[in-house]
């Protein structure tokens, strides 16, 4: 059947102003870090990629490194956009990544103009695009000149690959230095990727302060902990759930201790007297600060997108209820 989008896609969505840019994204935006990659059912993405669009989230994110293996999440969406999304690319903001090992050699990772260069044409021809929305640097490099990282992300926005640039889980100072040298090339910083969760909260300490500073926008990946904060662990580790699926990267037995599992009753406990699941209130919490342009998820099933879509029905807190998460967290 040919995809026809949602008549209502635009009814229940609210967007958000991504710092001090005309670009406004959707409160929730939809990651294919995970789930539609070689290995995954070609037929369950489409129908996540499908439902989101549908429901008003107009903002997909992919890297290169996505899959596994690394590439394929890139391939399958260019499969899945030229099929049933190319009519409303207009519609749609689309974002890549460069900065982590994706080919062997010299210039296949971090910061370099000739890797960042390379791996964004390298991701155009996978996703069949003739640019994207926002290209970041994945990650900082400790070993090239931050001037020449940025100028590399000017160069690929003025030579028409990308419309805008951002950075990801780069410090508050790397961030005011990299907002400095963006500004004074005509292309401005867009946005900042970092982690931020209930258990993660280091952007808090300097982070959000700088990018309200520089006009930044946010948009915090991994709001509920790669599925930690929800209520699916609750009792045991489901055959179905990342952690189960990706042991040797999920490292569960060290990230998820008695106490932490004791914290996550806890919160489920206050998310539903909110009449909320805890993965909606673990969304909500994360777009509570008014700098947040997004909370950027990621979902194994169209029914995870449904509920984290309908936690936009109540992100509101009363001081009550965040006094009581902080004390538990
Ligand atoms: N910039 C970076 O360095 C970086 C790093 C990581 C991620 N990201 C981006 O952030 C995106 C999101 O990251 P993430 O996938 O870690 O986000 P997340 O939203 O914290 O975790 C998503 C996972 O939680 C589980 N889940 C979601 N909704 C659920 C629900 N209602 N009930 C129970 N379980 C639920 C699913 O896993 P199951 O398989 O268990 O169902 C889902 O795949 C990525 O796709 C990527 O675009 C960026």
């Known amino acids: 059947m040919p995809y026809q989008a949602s008549a209502t896609r635009y009814d229940s969505m609210s967007y958000r102003r991504t710092g001090r840019s005309g670009l406004r994204l959707p409160a929730i935006s939809l990651g294919l870090w995970y789930n539609f990659g070689g290995i995954d059912p070609l037929e369950n993405g489409r129908a996540m990629l499908r439902r989101a669009f549908d429901l008003g989230i107009t903002h997909f994110d992919l890297a290169n490194n996505y899959g596994p293996p690394p590439g394929s999440a890139e391939e399958n969406f260019g499969r899945i956009f030229s099929q049933d999304f190319r009519p409303y690319r207009d519609e749609l903001i689309i974002s890549s990544k460069a900065g982590y090992y994706m080919w062997p050699g010299p210039y296949g990772e971090w910061g370099s103009r ?128 990342r952690a189960a699926k990706l042991d040797n990267q999920f490292h569960w037995g060290d990230k998820v201790t008695p106490e932490r599992v004791a914290q996550v009753h806890r919160l489920n406990d206050i998310a539903q007297a909110r009449g909320q699941s805890l993965a909606q209130m673990a969304i909500a919490w994360v777009l509570r600060h008014p700098g947040m342009s997004s909370a950027l998820i990621g979902a194994s099933k169209v029914g995870q997108i449904e509920e984290a879509v309908a936690a936009l029905a109540n992100l509101a807190f009363s001081e009550v209820e965040l006094a009581q998460i902080d004390d538990i967290l």
């Open 114 to 241: 000739k890797y960042l260069v390379a791996s964004i044409d390298q991701s155009l021809r996978r996703m069949g695009l003739d640019y994207v929305d926002i290209f970041y640097s994945h990650r900082p490099d400790p070993h090239t000149p931050l001037e020449e990282t940025m100028a590399a992300l000017d160069f690929i926005v003025r030579s028409g690959r990308a419309l805008y640039v951002g950075i990801s889980t780069y410090s508050p100072e790397q961030t005011r230095q990299a907002a400095a040298i963006l500004r004074q090339l005509g292309t401005p910083c867009l946005i900042h990727q970092p982690r931020y969760n209930m258990f993660d909260r280091w952007i808090e300490d300097g982070l959000l302060a700088a990018l309200a500073e520089e006009g930044i926008g946010c948009i915090s990946f991994s709001p509920l902990d790669q599925g930690i904060l929800t209520d699916k662990y609750l009792h045991a580790v489901p055959a179905d759930s």
